[in-house]
């Protein structure tokens, strides 16, 4: 993690001013510097292992659903899976509200406890004699709600980092979470050589198998995140310039440390950037609900080939956002935040508009009335199950194509491959790019103040795209098929464009719309 803010750490800034004035000389001393750079490496971690904690269980949560309660029905695998972006929903303004009054350390400690023992109830949902399902449905919103710290890293960093910091460490902090959403499956993958049966631990009536072990560790990795938060993170606050502020969140007051600067918030430009991550996470959200239904009902695949190349898709998608990530801390100093992002939308417009279907060829029909993953009454968690169950299925007789049922089939054009690759190419480059400049943007636009209510709700409005996203796309792709849901999509990308554009002179930093710094993002 060390290396990740390569970029974002230089050295400790240098005034601006006179000789012998205030702001001449030495902003910070090294060893202020050290601690404070420390301090955001440890919430990189944060992020990281809170992007593991969704993502270690999310391909066993159904087997593992089945095995402790035979009642559960897909229809209750959904609710399991939404819980999880609920209790983040409902936690975050909570716990940012909390951040601006209080020690950091206070909230980050009791959010990530939370999620300790929510992952060890995880553990032990098999033990009650009834009504298990509610028990895996509970631990999984209470490993969300003690995500919603999301919002209190994001606010530390943003307060603990200058305007020249802030978009290197808000991308590393993209890059640990991406990181964590990539590796979550690979863990569960290397934990599923245990097998089902496991190991039992009868004096406390534990058993580590495939479906336990993940969460056992990612609470082992809960104590040590908590250990070097309680012995390392401090309190730092510094302005736009990078120099030291008064915090509010520590009760000593250092008469060497500047005031929290005054003025106003744009509240428009506060509200519109809510908009603008919401649908930065509804655009991910509707791309990744609607990948394997498309491609099966496209190009014939598979539940096997589905699993198999969406995974590879996945994963190479998420390789990429890592790199945008990177290459945004660069690109952002030549040419700002604001173009980044308002550049970010027009790339996935394009990657959307390329994959509206065109031509004359159209799909494979597949006409036996036999169960498929896109079939009107499929549920959400039904695919997911699908996807379990495939690998020890016989695929040599199952039906593939676009089912009869659904009646576009027979009239919507084929998308070639071509197109949906190019598509997910062009997706991949577009939303890493305008999920990090999006809340960049917004911590700027917030100024040195405590931010921690406001990025409250931001993950708040990120955590409903999460759920309304696959809710929506599900039920417009099944009844009007790709050609409709496409077609909104670029819809709603190209209102949010617009929206951009015409706010796009209020996306400054706070210090900058009062005159106090030059950005390199200001218009000249």
């Known amino acids: ?9 230089r050295e400790p800034l240098l005034g601006t001013g006179s000789p012998g004035s205030r702001e001449w000389g030495m902003i910070e001393t090294q060893e202020h510097y050290k601690s404070r750079w420390k301090s955001v490496r440890i919430l990189y971690l944060t992020m990281f292992l809170s992007s593991v904690g969704f993502s270690i269980v999310i391909m066993s949560i159904w087997p593992y659903l089945q095995k402790i309660d035979q009642t559960a029905d897909a229809s209750f695998l959904g609710w399991v899976i939404a819980s999880y972006s609920l209790g983040q929903m409902v936690a975050s303004p909570l716990f940012g509200l909390w951040s601006n009054y209080r020690p950091r350390k206070e909230p980050l400690i009791v959010s990530i406890f939370i999620s300790v023992a ?5 553990a032990y949902v098999h033990v009650p004699a009834a009504h298990n399902k509610y028990y895996m449905l509970i631990a999984r919103g209470l490993v969300g709600f003690g995500a919603g710290n999301v919002a209190v890293v994001r606010s530390y960093i943003a307060g603990a980092t200058s305007l020249q910091e802030r978009t290197g460490a808000m991308a590393n902090t993209s890059t640990c979470q991406a990181l964590g959403f990539i590796l979550g499956p690979v863990f ?29 560790l990612a609470s082992f990795l809960g104590i040590l995140n908590i250990i070097l938060i309680l012995f390392i ?67 014939a695949w598979t539940q096997e080939q589905a699993v198999l190349y969406n995974g590879i898709i996945l994963v190479a998608f998420g390789v990429e956002a890592v790199l945008v990530f990177m290459g945004v801390k660069l ?23 390329i994959l509206l279907p065109w031509g004359n060829q159209f799909p494979k029909i597949q006409w036996e009335d036999l169960h498929n993953s896109s079939t009107p009454n499929t549920t959400f968690g039904e695919i997911i199950i699908d996807l379990w169950n495939s690998p020890r299925e016989d695929h ?12 576009w089939c027979l009239y919507t054009p084929v998308i070639h491959l071509a197109q949906f690759l190019t598509a997910a190419v062009l997706v991949g480059i577009g939303y890493p790019a305008c999920s990090v400049m999006s809340y960049t943007l917004y ?15 931001l993950t708040t409005s990120g ?62």
């Open 233 to 299: 993170l401090r309190e730092h606050r510094v302005d736009d310039l990078g120099r030291q502020c008064k915090s509010v969140n520590v009760p000593e007051e250092n008469a060497d440390e500047l005031q929290i600067p005054e003025g106003s918030i744009d509240q428009v430009a506060v509200v519109a950037t809510n908009i603008v991550f919401f649908v930065v996470l509804f655009i991910f959200a509707v791309y990744e609900t609607i990948l394997t239904p498309l491609t099966m009902d496209m190009y």
């Open 443 to 457: 911590s700027k636009v917030l100024g040195p103040k405590p931010q921690g209510i406001y990025m409250g709700w």
């Open 188 to 216: 569960q993958t290397c934990f599923a050589l245990i097998g089902e049966k496991g190991v039992a631990w009868d004096i406390i009536k534990l058993q580590i198998n495939m479906y336990t072990a993940p969460v056992l």
């Open 331 to 353: 690109l952002s100093k030549k040419i700002g935040e604001r173009a980044i992002l308002l550049g970010g939308f027009v790339v996935v417009w394009v990657g959307f508009f």
């Open 463 to 524: 955590s409903a795209a999460r759920i309304l996203g696959p809710v929506f796309i599900s039920h417009v792709y099944t009844y009007l098929g790709p050609r409709w849901a496409v077609s909104l999509v670029c819809g709603i990308v190209a209102f949010t464009i617009l929206l951009i554009g015409a706010v796009y002179k209020r996306l400054v930093a706070f210090s900058v719309r009062y005159g106090r710094i030059q950005d390199n993002d200001r218009e000249e």
């Open 118 to 122: 929510a992952n060890c109830l995880y």
């Open 1 to 9: 993690m060390a290396n990740l803010g390569s970029e974002a750490e």
């Open 396 to 407: 040599s007789e199952q039906p593939t194509g676009c089912p009869i049922e659904q009646a």
